[in-house]
């Protein structure tokens, strides 16, 4: 870690501590002028990938409206082994060797993808660690659940990871978007451990951090982690720094946090219960 810092758990998720982080939802349905290649283009999924992972034999006839699910990737770090990923992410070494054609022997090279099978009503947040544009196994957040009424209690010092504008975010993965601009700095609200720092596509960049109490906290929209998974933060450290959105509007921090279920918890809730304490 670059000069002790801080954060994770949607995935997207989304993603998503083995058996512990919130899972996005991973699938996405093909629009009007889009093709399967189109789509793994921007997913940085290859096309076979994509159709084998979906049970496509012609990437070429797919059709508007198709659901796809777009695997977890993850990003080879030094010492890691196939194994060590498989139980990693809770999923079968014989399901990523086939998903990704390889032998159990092989040897994997330091900044090479490893594609992620996972259960498709879950997102690529399924164990712990990361993805290429994220995570472990966990109950889904659904948005269309109430959030949990508990309010997480993580201890010591709990601060705004950004100091700009925001507005609920609505969306798959309940919790704020905050506005700023490129480069802006990304702090951790509490103190706690990283559980995942990698890409999920349609967050950018992605942190989760763990905090003492089991708690999750989801920071995505960046273009620069500045933490590692297995990293110690503590609550203001800088922990990443956000990159224009996947989804378009300029710069934007996605925030959220679940409790040790799985199930979200009402950001401004979170910090009005800090404020009056």
């Not at 999924?45 to 699910?69: E, F």
């Not at 378009?248 to 918890?265: M, N, P």
Request: some cysteine.
């Amino acid at each position: 870690m670059r000069g002790r810092l801080v954060h994770i758990p949607c995935i997207l998720l989304l993603a998503l501590a083995a058996a512990m982080l919130p899972a996005a939802d991973n699938r996405y349905t093909i629009k009007e002028g889009e093709t399967l290649f189109s789509v793994a283009r921007r997913a940085q999924v290859p096309v076979d990938v994509l159709s084998a992972y979906n049970g496509i034999t012609d990437a070429g006839k797919v059709k508007v409206g198709t659901v796809l699910h777009v695997p977890a990737t993850y990003v080879v770090r030094k010492g890691d082994t196939l194994f060590g990923i498989a139980r990693t992410f809770g999923v079968p070494l014989a399901r990523i060797l086939e998903l990704n054609k390889l032998g159990q022997s092989a040897r994997l090279k330091v900044g090479s993808r490893i594609y992620i099978p996972q259960d498709a009503d879950k997102a690529p947040a399924q164990a712990g660690v990361q993805t290429a544009v994220q995570s472990p196994s966990s109950p889904r957040v659904d948005p269309a659940v109430a959030m949990s009424s508990a309010v997480p209690n993580p201890g010591g010092v709990v601060v705004w990871p950004h100091p700009g504008r925001h507005e609920p975010d609505n969306g798959k993965i309940p919790g704020l978007v905050f506005y700023g601009a490129p480069g802006d700095v990304v702090r951790s609200a509490t103190a706690g451990e990283v559980k995942w720092a990698a890409t999920y596509w349609t967050r950018g960049k992605v942190v989760i951090i763990k905090s003492p109490d089991g708690t999750l906290f989801t920071y995505g929209g960046n273009a620069q982690l500045l933490v590692n998974v297995g990293d110690r933060v503590s609550a203001g450290m800088d922990i990443a720094k956000l990159g224009e959105s996947p989804q378009g509007g300029g710069a934007k921090l996605y925030f959220s946090i679940s409790d040790g279920t799985g199930r979200a918890v009402n950001p401004e809730r979170f910090f009005s219960a800090k404020s009056d304490s």
